[in-house]
Each structure stands twice: as C-alpha cells, then as structure tokens.
C-alpha cells in the first residue's frame, strides 16, 4: 500500500507507481468521490472517459442528479469566488 503526506497548501504527491498504472500525467484532472469514511481519487483520463460512454443512456434518473449535483457545484463556487472577490 502506498501512502503520501498532504502539505501545508493541501497538496498531495500521488506515488509514481499509480500515476503509470492509471495514466495520470501534469493536468490530469481528478474526481473526488466520498464513499461513508472513504474518500475515492478517481483519475479523469480519456480512457476512464471512453469506458463511460453509454452507461447513463437508460437511467434517466442517474442523469438528472448528476447534473443537479453539478449545478450545486457550480453555485458553491460561484459563491466562493464571490466571498474571495470582496475581500
């Protein structure tokens, strides 16, 4: 098991090893998923990407509350950046 130590600024080196294993290269975006207790790393490469291709076609329903769970998002940050503009 590898283990990494968050900095002072929150970062966090994720080892080599999974970096080749996964295809996690400078840039690579990743998806934070909490699970109960677990936080799940999920690395947003265009392979991850092609495996999801059709699997929301016949749950509407899993649709709609991703793209709610975006819109939230998006308001959160949108009021984030709006607490750190009137600064």
């Known amino acids: 098991m590898d283990t990494a130590t968050v900095t002072s600024k929150g970062q966090l080196v994720i080892p080599v090893r999974l970096r080749r294993r996964y295809g996690i290269k400078a840039g690579t975006k990743i998806h934070f998923i909490e699970r109960g207790s677990e936080i799940v790393l999920q690395p947003l490469t265009p392979a991850y990407i092609r495996s ?36």
């Open 52 to 87: 999801l291709r059709g699997i929301l076609r016949d749950h509407p329903s899993i649709t709609r509350e991703l793209l709610e769970e975006r819109a939230r998002d998006k308001e959160r940050e949108e009021r984030k950046s709006e607490k750190l503009g009137s600064r």
